[in-house]
């Protein structure tokens, strides 16, 4: 699945389309193409995010994708939140690495967001792969995995025991700021299409590309540094490009008319495939 060798644009684009995303990359005006919408931290515009209700909202909202970050508790449990700290999702404070999961648990991870939000918990990995697979696609980031070791076995275990090391679809997908971290991953999960994330300008030379494209099938860059010239160099590279964070109308507009393959929002309500 991975690029081990970089081969032509045309065809390795046409071999990554399915014949229904075929289907819908035709450019005419007004009809249908397929860009996935990937609910940022769940529909994190209208919930909590990394709680259950942001999740959920997602998947009503009709999301493709929900992103979660994958963190890791002192006592060696998986659990989803953004900051390496619980201080600004929580009532609580710390690094997530020195709390014991009973500690990240007993927080109130939702009246931040509104009251109506009260009590909400931070999930572990466990709990969203066997709420959410089969439902919803779900991108995986390991968040500052440097502060983890050994996480990625960890999570390549859990996909493992349900089978979804071997995802159809694209339905699982891995990313991280890490690089390293996504190399080995890459050697534990061969099958999961695995992504980079940066917002790095050094990062979209196309030295720099050719060496993502050899274990990377996505090139995830922040939406201030995507061009159409960076669109079709990744693609042909035989890579896919989803965009982030996309907090704005004409931010999901923008990144519509670069034809970026999947869009990662905390408003899934802004992501039109119509063009």
């Known amino acids: 699945m991975k690029k081990a060798i970089v ?31 990937v609910a940022h931290r769940g529909a994190a515009g209208y919930a909590p995010e990394t709680t259950i209700a942001a999740f959920d909202k ?28 619980v201080d600004r999702t929580t009532d609580g404070t710390g690094s997530v690495k020195d709390l014991a999961f009973g500690q990240i648990r007993s927080l109130d991870a939702g009246s931040w967001k509104g009251e109506e939000f009260k009590g909400e918990k931070i999930p572990t990995f466990d709990e969203i792969l066997d709420r959410y697979h089969g439902k919803v696609g779900i991108l995986i980031e390991l968040k500052a995995p440097e502060l983890y070791p050994g ?39 061969p099958k999961v299409p695995i992504g980079v994330l940066t917002s790095n300008r050094a990062h979209i030379t196309e030295q720099a590309l050719k060496e993502f ?39 999901a507009d923008f990144l519509l008319e670069m034809n970026v393959d999947g869009i990662i929002t905390d408003y899934p309500d802004y992501v039109d495939p119509r063009k």
């Open 7 to 37: 081969i032509g644009a045309g065809l390795v684009f046409s071999l990554l389309l399915s014949p229904f995303q075929q289907a819908f990359a035709a450019e005419t005006t007004g009809e249908l193409r397929k860009v996935d919408n």
């Open 58 to 85: 997602g998947v009503e909202m009709k999301a493709d994708y929900i992103e979660i970050d994958v963190q890791r508790s002192m006592d060696g449990e998986l659990v989803i939140i953004h900051d390496t700290t």
């Open 151 to 189: 996480i990625e076995a960890q999570v390549a275990k859990k996909l493992k025991e349900r089978n979804l090391d071997k995802p159809q679809n694209e339905k699982i997908i891995i990313q991280s700021f890490n690089f390293e971290s996504m190399k080995k991953t890459n050697s534990l999960l």
């Open 213 to 251: 494209a050899t274990y990377a099938d996505y090139f995830n860059p922040s939406y201030g540094i995507v061009s159409k010239e960076l669109v079709d160099q990744v693609h042909s590279l035989g890579m896919k490009i989803q965009s982030w964070t996309v907090r704005s109308q004409e931010a």
